[in-house]
């Protein structure tokens, strides 16, 4: 997803957005498509993926996509799939901008819905994401005229276009070679990065901590005790850090209030969100808010 950038130069953006009330082509919903043609150096500040995929086409230039803290290299032809609750920015190059097409989704599949599980699955390292596929970026390219433009059998050509995009997706990583793992990471250490991969990947679905066992195929009891060994940090504080920087983001993208940001988030109340925001940022989500915004009503315009 691509926020709000009205105080954030730019040479061209083209932002179809459904994020609130996403459209359903088919099996496929669409929550946001368009085309960004970035200012020198412009950065795209991280913000956070609700339940959605989303691809990152590269028509041009050079940059970095940020992704839960790990900064990957991208170039021209390059694709990047982001994973629904990534954290996710894009820096791009001061003397080679990027201009970059967008498109998030998801489906009501329940096959494809599973292929796509799987992948969130493997532990995908951010810079893993990366692929090469034509058809995709041309198929994206027509979407995006199609829905600034519309015309007779628009619904079909977008129902027919977004589905081919996504088995291309899904079939490009499955032709893709088993990533190598560093000599010196050791099955204990892959384990912990798989339990916060999944919690990375389900921070708005997760019902409680102990659908690990199920995910890992691994009793809970276990996998706490290797966590906590193996990171010095129990997966308990892990989960709550993770889902309050969540909060945080989504407090500063002012899309949500905080009582849907508390719901999203599947805490029990608005009050227990709050307590728990306070009792680790020493503000109320409110408050925190406001100071965000009035640090961004003094920076300088565009």
């Not at 130069?9 to 179809?16: A, F, G, P, V």
């Not at 096959?111 to 058809?135: G, K, S």
């Not at 728990?276 to 003094?298: C, I």
């Amino acid at each position: 997803m691509v926020p709000d950038l009205k105080d954030v130069k730019k040479r061209y953006h083209l932002n179809k957005s459904y994020i609130m009330d996403p459209l359903l082509f088919g099996e496929t919903r669409l929550f946001q498509i368009g085309r960004l043609h970035c200012a020198d150096g412009m950065e795209v500040p991280v913000h956070t993926h609700l339940n959605w995929f989303e691809l990152t086409i590269v028509n041009d230039g050079v940059g970095t996509v940020l992704t839960n803290g790990t900064a990957v290299p991208v170039e021209r032809g390059d694709i990047y799939l982001s994973f629904p609750g990534d954290f996710h920015g894009i820096t791009s190059d001061a003397a080679d901008p990027l201009k970059y097409d967008f498109f998030a989704f998801n489906t009501d599949s329940l096959l494809l819905a599973a292929e796509l599980e799987e992948l969130t699955r493997q532990a995908m390292p951010a810079a893993n994401r990366v692929f090469r596929d034509e058809r995709v970026r041309y198929l994206v390219a027509d979407a995006i005229a199609e829905v600034n433009s519309g015309g007779e059998f628009s619904e079909r050509i977008l129902t027919a276009a977004f589905e081919q995009i996504l088995l291309y997706t899904l079939r490009d990583f499955r032709t893709m070679p088993e990533p190598r793992h560093a000599a010196n990471i050791g099955k204990q250490e892959e384990l912990c990065y798989r339990m916060m991969h999944y919690i990375d990947t389900h921070i708005y679905t997760m019902q409680s901590l102990s659908e690990l066992a199920d995910a890992m195929c691994y009793n809970y009891s276990y996998l706490s005790d290797l966590f906590c060994k193996v990171t010095e940090d129990t997966l308990l504080h892990y989960y709550r850090t993770r889902r309050l920087e969540a909060a945080k983001l989504l407090l500063c993208e002012g899309r949500l209030s905080v009582g849907e940001i508390a719901e999203l988030l599947r805490y029990a109340s608005v009050y227990t969100f709050s307590r728990a925001f306070k009792d680790t940022y020493g503000r109320s989500p409110a408050q925190y808010r406001r100071e965000n915004m009035a640090k961004d009503a003094k920076k300088p315009q565009a």
